[in-house]
């Protein structure tokens, strides 16, 4: 029994890492500009030169309009992030829900793969510093987490009259007497 929970909590983590290494070596993330050495290094450091001080100043200044334009890309990359990691989420999920829903440790592993997916399209929602989008991102997670949990918790099963009722009518086996 502990083996099967480790072996779906395994086929989960695999399935959710999958998905995010995908999207990374599809769609990379910008690079971070790096800060100018006179800016790392002398810190502490009193500059008396006027000269040596403004090439400092301009370095700094280009690193701070690098920096605002890696900021911008890093909002916009976390929101593509987000969208498509939603809708891999959901896809995931319908398919552990639907298609391979009777092969139930790997279907358990995928439903808990597109919960850890939908989890980091969350977090990556929350990378993109729009409130609008968080809420969005938020309410369809909301809205896919209830509908999960119906479809594989609470939908009921056949109705008892329905199952009786197909045993009712199934042929009778014939018996051999000897």
């Known amino acids: 029994m502990f083996l099967r929970f ?5 086929v989960g983590i695999i399935a959710a890492a999958f998905i995010g290494v ?6 990379p993330e910008p690079s971070r500009p790096d800060a100018p050495l006179s800016v790392k290094y002398n810190q502490n450091v009193q500059i ?5 001080l ?10 701070d309009t690098e920096l605002k334009a890696y900021m911008a890309a890093e909002q916009v990359y976390s929101r593509n992030v987000s969208i498509v990691t939603l809708v891999a989420a959901v896809l995931v999920l319908a398919t552990s829900l639907t298609a391979i829903r009777k092969i139930g440790l790997i279907a358990d592993g995928a439903l808990l793969g597109g919960v850890l997916t939908l989890a980091y399209s969350i ?9 609008r989008f968080r809420f969005l991102v938020l309410s369809a997670s909301l809205v896919i987490t209830l509908v999960l949990g119906y479809v594989k ?26």
Do not use: K, M, W
């Open 153 to 178: 918790f609470l939908q009921p099963s056949a109705p008892a009259g329905q199952a009786n009722h197909r045993r009712a009518h199934r042929p009778a086996r014939a018996t051999v007497q000897t």
């Open 123 to 131: 977090v990556r929602g929350f990378g993109t510093e729009d409130n």
């Open 6 to 10: 480790v072996y779906v909590v395994f």
């Open 54 to 63: 403004n090439v400092i100043r301009a370095e700094q200044a280009q690193y």
């Open 22 to 27: 995908g999207v990374a070596a599809f769609y």
């Open 48 to 52: 008396t030169d006027v000269a040596a």
